[in-house]
């Protein structure tokens, strides 16, 4: 019920293509689904996050697409960049509550 | 600009010891966490404070106990380092209310056990 099933567990994609991850929740109480960013030797980072009653939201190149009935949502990258290469983390919280509950990453690599 | 600050960045310990990691925070924010972060499991949370002497258990609390005695430090005690808790500890703090529930990470503390 807790669980957040992200995936691929890694991923490469060449310069200006499209990068998907897939995450999908069990718990429909869940009402905030962020994706944070990670670069190596840092922390995680919000990058975009979205709230069950919208379908997508973009911010700039990346989008967040949503199927509250499916209980799935995913992060795309478009025109991916080197610099875009990281790990993301999607996650679910309830925002009635403290916890985050984190997917198990994905690390891109976009090759130049 | 939002600061969280975590005491080492590489610490190795022999098992046995007991181990303290601090964070820091400079805005002020009600919320800390702190999570273990494995590859494949992504972030784990330990224990979470909501306040200044309150403190939560996560969903991985055992062997773990935590401090907070000021807002703006939240510390991670290992009462007696194992081997099974080599990794990578990041803390986190949150600012509670508003719409946003943005986790504001620092760089983390990379802790090996021999």
């Known amino acids: 019920q807790q669980q957040v099933k992200q995936s691929p567990q890694s991923l490469i994609v060449q310069k200006g293509g499209i990068s998907i991850i897939n995450c999908a929740y069990e718990n429909t109480a869940f009402d905030y689904f962020p994706w944070y960013q990670q670069f190596p030797g840092k922390g995680p980072a919000l990058l975009i996050a979205i709230r069950p009653d919208v379908s997508e939201k973009k911010e700039g190149r990346f989008t967040i697409s949503f199927n509250k009935s499916a209980k799935q949502f995913s992060l795309h990258i478009m025109d991916s960049q080197p610099g875009d290469s990281a790990t993301y983390f999607c996650a679910a919280e309830n925002t009635g509550g403290f916890k985050t509950i984190f997917g198990a990453g994905t690390r891109l690599f976009v090759k130049a | 600009d939002v600061k969280v600050t975590q005491s080492s960045r590489y610490l190795v310990k022999r098992t046995g010891e007991k181990v303290f990691l601090e964070c820091v925070q400079d805005m002020d924010h009600e919320n800390m966490f702190w999570y273990r972060q494995d590859p494949g499991l992504g972030l784990r949370l330990i224990y979470f404070?909501?306040?200044?002497?309150?403190?939560e258990k996560g969903d991985i609390p055992e062997g773990y106990s935590v401090s907070r005695e000021k807002k703006e430090r939240f510390s991670l005690i290992l009462e007696s380092a194992s081997t099974n808790q080599t990794s990578m500890y990041l803390c986190?703090?949150?600012?509670?209310?508003?719409?946003?529930?943005?986790?504001?990470f620092g760089p983390g503390t990379r802790l090996t056990v021999t």
């Open positions: 404070s909501y306040d200044v002497k309150m403190k």
């Open positions: 986190a703090s949150s600012f509670e209310g508003g719409i946003a529930r943005e986790q504001y």
